[in-house]
């Protein structure tokens, strides 16, 4: 079994900074893809950020220029860097991953963390 653990969410005033971590652990021998999603109340989950084994990038356009997602995969961790931080970024933010199982690729979600923009 494969855990996600999330950490680093919290309240910050617009125009500040925080950064999201997310640990998996359990018998993993490799990740695809790592991601970050986010659901605001009322909304659907939402791409926020991606990144695959080999490093490539994919950002929604949001957020474009003012968040990094990267990932260190001895850890098995990703990272989330946030500026510029604005009201709009509230939101639960959700950390993703793709694992591969024997001939399957499977997909775990972390438990959420809560960030909170305020104006």
């Known amino acids: 079994q494969v855990r996600l653990v999330e950490s680093g969410g919290g309240l910050v005033q617009g125009g500040g900074s925080l950064r999201l971590s997310c640990a998996a652990s359990g018998t993993i021998f490799g990740i695809n893809t790592m991601g970050w999603y986010r659901q605001a109340p009322g909304k659907q989950r939402e791409l926020v950020a991606a990144i695959t084994s080999d490093g490539s990038t994919d950002y929604a356009d949001s957020v474009k220029g003012r968040f990094t997602i990267s990932r260190d995969s001895h850890k098995n961790t990703v990272y989330l860097q946030m500026n510029s931080l604005k009201p709009e970024d509230t939101a639960v933010y959700y950390c993703?991953?793709?694992?591969?199982?024997?001939?399957?690729?499977?997909?775990?979600w972390g438990q959420g963390t809560q960030v909170t923009v305020s104006s």
């Open positions: 993703h991953a793709e694992v591969p199982i024997l001939l399957d690729i499977r997909d775990y």
